[in-house]
Protein backbone atom coordinates (compact mmCIF):
# COMPACT_ATOMS: atom_id res chain seq x y z
CA UNK A 1 0.00 0.00 0.00
CA UNK A 2 0.94 3.67 -0.94
CA UNK A 3 1.17 6.39 1.73
CA UNK A 4 -1.49 8.81 1.37
CA UNK A 5 1.81 10.84 0.55
CA UNK A 6 3.31 8.65 -2.35
CA UNK A 7 -0.34 8.60 -4.03
CA UNK A 8 -0.73 12.29 -4.33
CA UNK A 9 2.91 12.21 -5.35
CA UNK A 10 1.74 9.90 -8.36
CA UNK A 11 -1.03 11.91 -9.06
CA UNK A 12 1.19 15.07 -9.29
CA UNK A 13 3.76 13.12 -11.80
CA UNK A 14 0.68 12.29 -13.78
CA UNK A 15 -0.70 15.77 -13.96
CA UNK A 16 2.32 17.10 -14.71
CA UNK A 17 2.94 14.50 -17.96
CA UNK A 18 -0.55 14.54 -18.98
CA UNK A 19 -0.68 18.19 -18.73
CA UNK A 20 2.83 18.53 -20.89
CA UNK A 21 1.78 15.65 -23.38
CA UNK A 22 -1.88 18.17 -23.63
CA UNK A 23 0.42 21.38 -24.52
CA UNK A 24 2.62 19.87 -26.77
CA UNK A 25 5.70 19.59 -25.11
CA UNK A 26 8.52 17.68 -26.51
CA UNK A 27 8.79 15.75 -24.09
CA UNK A 28 11.26 13.65 -25.41
CA UNK A 29 13.72 16.11 -25.62
CA UNK A 30 15.64 16.20 -22.04
CA UNK A 31 16.62 19.39 -21.54
CA UNK A 32 13.25 20.78 -23.21
CA UNK A 33 11.27 18.58 -20.62
CA UNK A 34 13.45 19.53 -17.77
CA UNK A 35 12.65 23.04 -18.43
CA UNK A 36 9.22 23.12 -19.04
CA UNK A 37 8.31 20.75 -16.20
CA UNK A 38 9.39 23.42 -13.76
CA UNK A 39 7.14 26.20 -15.44
CA UNK A 40 4.46 24.03 -15.44
CA UNK A 41 4.57 21.95 -12.14
CA UNK A 42 4.90 25.67 -10.48
CA UNK A 43 1.81 26.11 -12.35
CA UNK A 44 0.05 23.80 -10.67
CA UNK A 45 1.50 24.04 -7.58
CA UNK A 46 0.84 27.38 -7.24
CA UNK A 47 -3.06 27.31 -8.98
CA UNK A 48 -4.08 24.51 -6.06
CA UNK A 49 -2.62 26.77 -3.22
CA UNK A 50 -4.05 29.56 -3.57
CA UNK A 51 -7.36 28.03 -6.16
CA UNK A 52 -10.43 25.56 -5.09
CA UNK A 53 -8.94 23.23 -7.23
CA UNK A 54 -6.54 20.71 -6.16
CA UNK A 55 -3.84 19.39 -8.72
CA UNK A 56 -5.73 16.04 -9.66
CA UNK A 57 -8.93 17.92 -10.25
CA UNK A 58 -6.94 20.43 -12.44
CA UNK A 59 -5.49 17.45 -14.48
CA UNK A 60 -8.46 16.22 -14.90
CA UNK A 61 -9.58 18.99 -17.16
CA UNK A 62 -6.49 19.55 -18.61
CA UNK A 63 -6.90 16.07 -20.23
CA UNK A 64 -10.28 17.15 -21.43
CA UNK A 65 -9.31 20.82 -22.26
CA UNK A 66 -5.57 21.02 -23.24
CA UNK A 67 -5.48 20.41 -26.89
CA UNK A 68 -8.46 23.19 -27.02
CA UNK A 69 -6.82 24.94 -25.15
CA UNK A 70 -3.57 24.91 -26.72
CA UNK A 71 -5.40 25.65 -30.14
CA UNK A 72 -7.02 28.43 -28.90
CA UNK A 73 -3.57 29.90 -28.03
CA UNK A 74 -4.60 29.78 -24.22
CA UNK A 75 -0.91 29.66 -22.18
CA UNK A 76 -0.93 26.49 -19.95
CA UNK A 77 -0.90 28.97 -17.12
CA UNK A 78 -4.08 30.69 -18.35
CA UNK A 79 -5.83 27.48 -18.49
CA UNK A 80 -4.86 26.48 -15.01
CA UNK A 81 -6.40 29.77 -14.32
CA UNK A 82 -9.55 29.46 -16.16
CA UNK A 83 -10.26 25.58 -14.34
CA UNK A 84 -9.24 27.55 -10.49
CA UNK A 85 -12.04 29.94 -11.83
CA UNK A 86 -14.87 27.24 -12.79
CA UNK A 87 -13.75 25.48 -9.43
CA UNK A 88 -14.29 28.21 -7.42
CA UNK A 89 -17.72 28.56 -9.89
CA UNK A 90 -18.65 24.80 -8.48
CA UNK A 91 -17.38 22.67 -11.74
CA UNK A 92 -14.13 20.79 -11.24
CA UNK A 93 -12.28 18.15 -13.06
CA UNK A 94 -13.55 16.54 -16.00
CA UNK A 95 -16.99 18.77 -15.85
CA UNK A 96 -14.90 22.18 -15.68
CA UNK A 97 -12.31 20.92 -18.69
CA UNK A 98 -15.38 19.91 -20.44
CA UNK A 99 -16.77 23.09 -19.92
CA UNK A 100 -13.52 25.13 -20.58
CA UNK A 101 -12.98 23.28 -24.15
CA UNK A 102 -16.69 24.24 -24.82
CA UNK A 103 -16.81 27.90 -24.10
CA UNK A 104 -13.52 28.25 -26.25
CA UNK A 105 -14.84 26.56 -29.24
CA UNK A 106 -17.81 29.03 -28.96
CA UNK A 107 -15.55 32.03 -28.67
CA UNK A 108 -13.43 30.84 -31.22
CA UNK A 109 -15.19 33.15 -34.18
CA UNK A 110 -18.30 34.62 -35.37
CA UNK A 111 -18.95 31.82 -37.87
CA UNK A 112 -19.63 29.01 -34.99
CA UNK A 113 -22.61 31.41 -33.07
CA UNK A 114 -26.10 31.82 -34.39
CA UNK A 115 -27.02 35.16 -36.22
CA UNK A 116 -29.82 35.83 -33.70
CA UNK A 117 -27.20 35.18 -30.34
CA UNK A 118 -24.38 37.43 -32.48
CA UNK A 119 -26.92 40.32 -33.38
CA UNK A 120 -27.75 39.67 -29.55
CA UNK A 121 -24.13 40.16 -28.61
CA UNK A 122 -23.56 43.23 -30.25
CA UNK A 123 -26.63 45.06 -29.10
CA UNK A 124 -24.85 44.40 -25.55
CA UNK A 125 -22.09 45.52 -26.72
CA UNK A 126 -19.51 42.74 -27.21
CA UNK A 127 -17.28 43.09 -29.76
CA UNK A 128 -17.01 39.09 -31.32
CA UNK A 129 -13.50 40.16 -32.80
CA UNK A 130 -12.39 41.08 -29.79
CA UNK A 131 -13.40 37.66 -27.97
CA UNK A 132 -12.21 35.64 -30.67
CA UNK A 133 -8.76 36.91 -30.59
CA UNK A 134 -6.00 34.37 -29.98
CA UNK A 135 -3.63 36.84 -29.72
CA UNK A 136 -4.59 38.53 -26.68
CA UNK A 137 -4.97 37.03 -23.61
CA UNK A 138 -7.81 34.79 -22.26
CA UNK A 139 -8.63 37.34 -19.57
CA UNK A 140 -9.03 40.15 -21.91
CA UNK A 141 -11.23 38.34 -24.33
CA UNK A 142 -13.12 37.02 -21.25
CA UNK A 143 -14.00 40.76 -19.85
CA UNK A 144 -14.99 41.89 -23.44
CA UNK A 145 -17.73 38.86 -23.42
CA UNK A 146 -18.53 40.06 -19.73
CA UNK A 147 -20.26 42.84 -21.28
CA UNK A 148 -22.98 40.09 -21.87
CA UNK A 149 -23.08 38.13 -18.51
CA UNK A 150 -25.53 40.00 -17.10
CA UNK A 151 -27.96 38.54 -19.92
CA UNK A 152 -28.57 34.81 -19.13
CA UNK A 153 -30.95 34.31 -22.07
CA UNK A 154 -27.76 35.98 -24.91
CA UNK A 155 -25.72 33.50 -23.40
CA UNK A 156 -27.75 30.53 -23.66
CA UNK A 157 -28.08 31.34 -26.95
CA UNK A 158 -24.32 31.70 -27.74
CA UNK A 159 -23.19 28.16 -25.51
CA UNK A 160 -26.16 26.38 -24.57
CA UNK A 161 -28.00 26.14 -21.41
CA UNK A 162 -25.53 23.11 -20.82
CA UNK A 163 -22.59 25.54 -20.72
CA UNK A 164 -24.24 29.21 -20.30
CA UNK A 165 -23.24 28.83 -16.38
CA UNK A 166 -19.73 27.96 -17.35
CA UNK A 167 -19.23 30.90 -20.16
CA UNK A 168 -20.52 33.27 -17.15
CA UNK A 169 -18.50 32.31 -14.12
CA UNK A 170 -15.70 32.08 -16.54
CA UNK A 171 -16.66 35.54 -17.89
CA UNK A 172 -17.54 36.91 -14.21
CA UNK A 173 -13.77 36.10 -12.95
CA UNK A 174 -12.14 37.05 -16.15
CA UNK A 175 -9.79 39.55 -13.38
CA UNK A 176 -8.99 36.55 -11.46
Known sequence: NFSESAHLKL????????????????????????????RFINALASSAKVGAAEIPQVADAILVAGVAAKG??????????????LAAGGKVGAEAGTALRNVLGKIAGEEVIPKEALDTLKSLGVDMKKVSDTSTPLAERLKELSKASGDATAFAQVFGTENAAAASILANGAGT
Open 11 to 38: QSMDALANSMLQFGVNVADGKVAAEESS
Open 72 to 85: AKVSFEETNAAIQV
